[in-house]
């Protein structure tokens, strides 16, 4: 199994300007280094959060994910990150995993943040996301899906881990870092993965400060990689599958997992 190659972007985003973030954005990416396999840039990269999807919703056929495809061609590599998108009158947050090819899976948002004012109008998603990349199994995920295990729980089948990485993209308010920090370990911990959270920083004109804090944990609960706080910053890291084969191998939480089934039925989880 190859390594995986990731640049994880922590960065300010400027306020209701899908152009200004699109060039700042622009200017980061030349950090990236060849033979990245995998970009990720925070929750709603091309707004901040939250913003009025009625006025800053895109389609999946407007200048940000065309954007989206255009980086992810020139980089040769598959670029990660949130936007509000608008499809026959319904609105998103969409997590896009956008290829160098053009071709892309969209991940809606399954736990809109309510107390900050994203539901309504923004509606809930319903189903989970994994994808493959270089033979890793990755889940990738929303912020505000960090606080609900069972939407993150990873399951072992037939010899076989759901997913090897998962991913949360964040727009994480400085107050609750410790929640943060806390969650992004247990996640690592109690499904026998890798974890990354990529986090914004800087201020919102409601008063919202966020530090960044992106890091990555390993299956053991350890932070591997963290970029500074309340820095921009481009980081590049590559992830070691042997390592994560033998942690599970050494010991197989795994096959111990209780079996269970997900509904999403009348947006309940149970």
Known sequence: MNNLNITLIQANLLWEDPEGNRAHFDQLMTEVQPGTDLVLLPETFNTAFPVDPVKFAETPDGPTMNWLKEKA?????????TLLLEEKGHYHNS???MRPDGSFELYYKRHTFTLGGETPPVERGSDPLVVELNGWRIKPMVCYDIRFPVWSKNRYQNGQYD???GIYLANFPSTRIFVWDTLLMARAIENQAYFIGVNRIGDDPEGVHYSGDSQIINPKGEVICMARSDMEAVVPFTLDYEKLHSFREKF?????WDNYQLSTANSQLS
């Open 73 to 81: 061609q020139a980089l040769h590599a598959v670029i990660c990150g």
């Open 95 to 97: 997590l896009v995993w």
């Open 163 to 165: 997913y090897d990485l």
């Open 252 to 256: 197989p939480v795994g096959r111990d």
